[in-house]
């Protein structure tokens, strides 16, 4: 297989991901938490906005109703400009599992941007299988810090004896990171890994989710 030019690894928001967020949905979508890293530097976690790309990162009581023109004003907000989508009424969430579709089609390497989609898209998928499972939204509303892993000890409290569902969500949990921080060396372990781990994990949550009642 031949080696392709790594794009964006240096100062990769700057360079790529926000010259072309109308332009491309998988970068548009990358860019939610840098987006949010922005705003938590300059105007701290109690903003809304911040709060609103939250509920884009974690599955919370509003995440199935937030709108792509909602993220297009943080963007505005936070970056300038007065482009917008052609499809503002889209959600969120839509894009990213069009998104996360779309990467796990992708055999081989794969692009920062491709990895970091992959991560959120499995994330939602896993917090909203739990919250569905512990029939309980108003505590993954209420989670702050850590919700993914507030979400998964509360789901081993409740379904102690559940091992592959817990095995699955402890994979989760490590290995999609939270937070993709602005300095280049927070993303290394994701920019690291192969693609393969990632597309398994995509499918045994798939799993768990199709046995849902």
Known sequence: MPLKQALGIKNVFVSDWKINFFKNDLKKVASIPFLRNLIEF?????????????SMLHWKCNTSKLTVGELDGVYREVCGGTDSSPDPNMLVVDMINAQTAACTGQPGSMELAGKVVLAMG????????????????????????????????????K???????????????????????????????????????????????????????
């Open 42 to 54: 300059t105007k701290g976690p109690k903003e809304p906005s911040y709060e609103l790309l939250t």
């Open 122 to 157: 499995i994330r939602l998928l896993a917090e909203k299988y739990m919250v569905d499972k512990l029939a309980d939204p108003s505590f993954a509303n209420a989670s702050k810090g850590h919700p993914t892993q507030a979400l998964l000890e509360r789901f081993k409290d």
């Open 159 to 213: 379904f102690p004896d559940e091992d592959q569902a817990i095995r699955v969500l402890s994979r989760v949990a490590l290995m999609t990171p939270e937070n993709i921080h602005l300095n280049s060396f927070m993303y290394e372990p994701i920019l690291d890994m192969a693609p393969d781990h990632l597309f398994r994990l995509h499918t045994d949550v798939n799993v768990l989710v199709n046995m849902l009642p």
